[in-house]
């Protein structure tokens, strides 16, 4: 079984070599990495220039403009499909994951659910041992739109509501992740990290993208179920994502600003009533 890997990376090179690096450890299957580069620093190119010389084997697309995460991706997505058109099973997204090394063994173990699905969602764990999947299972409530439309609609507001949910977590937290060892279909997947199979390329070929960065959980999902398909969630299949959250901080203006402007994006698609 041959196994593509795309992410992007903007100026964290340390994590993209941390995901190369365990991957190269799954000697049991053929596979090819490809990163593509959202215009980062000069330090951080020449940290890749210096990972292209560790493994010689991967490919670096040295993007000449940031062009997001989905955009991004679809480049990466792009060059192996033209390149290496024996590849239909790709696992694309960030770069701050690694895998266990029996990661690709995982994939070809469950590779009978590909004939259904074209999407699957592995179980994506959190350095804290957080499971992130199944991210959503049968939509959002209208109540919770209803607060992300308050959330985005002021950014001290927004401070004001993240604030109140960490202090009332137990019951503003959404309990599908708790269903993480259960394989089910779902409605969403965790947007770091997506394996896509055979079906995705035959019907789709590449990601849906309407915003630069954020809400690319609803667009594929989207993207999926208008297309008469359904995304799986697949505990047997698991990544590390290195995410703290222990130490998950107040957005930054910048990051509600760009998350905002996914939200109406999302908001063309999504009505409340």
Known sequence: MK???VCT???????TRAAVASLAKNNDHEYQIVIVDNNSTPDSITALHRLKDEFPDI????NP?????FTGLNIGINHLRSHHSDINYMVVGNNDLTFRTDFLQSIARHKALFQTYPVVSPDVITVDGIHQNPHVINGIS???ELMYDLYYSNYYLGRCIKWAASLTQRMSDRRDEEQWETGQVVNQGHGSCYILGPLFFEKLQLL????FLMGEEYFLSKQINDAGMSIYYEPGIQVTHHW???IEQLPSRAVWEMARKSHKTYREYVKIF
């Open 9 to 15: 990376n903007y100026n964290n090179t340390q994590f």
């Open 65 to 69: 403009e940031n062009s997001g995460y």
């Open 59 to 62: 490919t670096i697309i040295f």
């Open 208 to 211: 849906w993208a309407p915003t």
């Open 142 to 144: 209208k109540f919770r």
């Open 3 to 5: 196994i593509g890997y």
């Open 244 to 246: 703290h959250a222990t």
